[in-house]
């Protein structure tokens, strides 16, 4: 049998939609929940176990993990016995919590824990086991710089099947970072490595540690907002995500903005700054027009969705449609992916199946390139 130990940090990526760059801190929790964030960790993690009870033997899979909603609650309604332990209020986890599941489930010796959650998440977790403890984090938190977590929920669940199917599976060291959430609301990155933790190594299945953009050339961003710029539309919404490369094009027209948040345009003018997904909403719902989305993938990763700009929600990419979306990038950031395709994890698989395929990417002045989604 596999021993898996299961850990849900349920309040990873709750501020995500609501524009908090962030869910770190009980006053950012408290503020997401004013603002109508719902939880976003569960849902990931049934997704991922139920890839798991799919793809194994009902008896093939032990399951180990901690009360309510740190795991017990979504392992019961995935159709999992699992066996339960320690103790926690229920309607105030903490850090603290994750760091003592984390270290009793060493302790027993699992084969593996599967976490869920962000980088705060993995920095607790590589606080509490040894060196040697195989984990595996299931993608939930707003910041996602770590290289420990799988590309979606589904293809962690599918790590673990093959993994407890006796299927050979190869691990590696992969490195913990964080940010300090502070200055990140500032417009600052300042990312820290914090250690490494042991991971299954498989590269269709793992994202990479994110990379900064090593070619911000004035020069190369200017050459790509100028297009852009020159393909604008009169009357249309657009909404224009987080990153060096779309600052590019605020600078272009002239207009503030918000390095790591969405802003919002209309016939070169600043409507919003710093928008959260129902803002997002609201707008493309009162638009009455054509609505772009101005998005590039995440250095290192490739991720186009789903990490950084959770406001850019499903029910607002399906109403924008896949061919409005405008994606941006410099070729060295393409090149850097060494033939991975973009990504998508938009908390929607039924959306990210829709926008696989072949998507133009604007890569400097009037020069676009195809490039895969996955």
Do not use: W
């Not at 850990?7 to 995500?16: D, E, R, V």
């Not at 390095?259 to 707008?283: F, H, K, P, S």
């Not at 994890?345 to 696989?356: G, H, I, M, Q, R």
């Amino acid at each position: 049998m596999f021993r898996l130990g299961l850990i849900i940090n349920p309040l990873a990526g709750i501020g995500g939609v609501v524009a908090l760059k962030g869910s770190d801190g009980a006053k950012t929790v408290a503020e997401a929940r004013l603002r109508g964030a719902e939880p976003r960790a569960p849902k990931r993690a049934i997704r991922a176990l139920a890839q798991v009870s799919e793809g194994t033997h009902p008896d093939a899979v032990v399951l180990v993990t901690y009360p309510g909603p740190m795991g017990e609650d979504i392992a019961k309604q995935c159709g999992f016995n699992p066996e339960v332990i320690g103790d926690i209020d229920p309607d105030a986890t903490t850090s603290k919590d994750t760091e003592l599941a984390a270290k009793a489930m060493s302790d027993l010796g699992l084969d593996m824990i599967l976490f869920v959650g962000g980088d705060g998440t993995a920095r607790n977790i590589c606080n509490a086991i040894p060196e040697g403890q195989p984990v595996l984090g299931i993608p939930a938190g707003v910041k996602m710089h770590s290289g420990v977590y799988a590309i979606t929920p589904e293809a962690a669940g599918e790590l673990v099947c093959r993994l407890a199917n006796g299927e050979l599976v190869d691990i590696r060291q992969q490195e913990v970072r964080d940010i300090d959430e502070e200055a990140f609301r500032q417009g600052e990155v300042r990312a820290r490595y914090y250690g490494d933790l042991l991971v299954p190594e498989e590269g269709r299945f793992m994202q990479h540690v994110k990379s900064g953009g090593r070619e911000v050339e004035e020069l190369v961003l200017q050459d790509i907002a100028g297009t852009l710029v020159e393909e604008m539309e009169d009357d249309c919404l657009y909404i224009v995500g987080p990153g060096s490369t779309p600052r590019g094009f605020m600078d272009e027209l002239g207009l503030g903005n918000t390095l790591l948040g969405v802003d919002l345009v209309r016939n070169g003018q600043l409507l919003a700054l710093d928008v959260t997904g129902i803002e997002i909403e609201q707008a493309v719902a009162k638009a009455n027009g054509k609505v772009k989305i101005i998005i590039t993938p995440i250095g290192g990763q490739g991720h186009l969705l789903g990490r950084g700009n959770h406001q850019l929600t499903p029910s607002v990419i399906r109403r924008v449609g896949r061919d409005n979306l405008v994606v941006i990038a410099t070729k060295t950031k393409i090149t850097e992916l060494n033939g991975r395709p973009l990504l998508v994890d938009s908390n929607d698989p039924a959306l990210d199946k829709e926008l696989a395929g072949y998507i133009a990417v604007t890569t400097g002045y009037r020069d676009k390139i195809l490039y895969p989604i996955r």
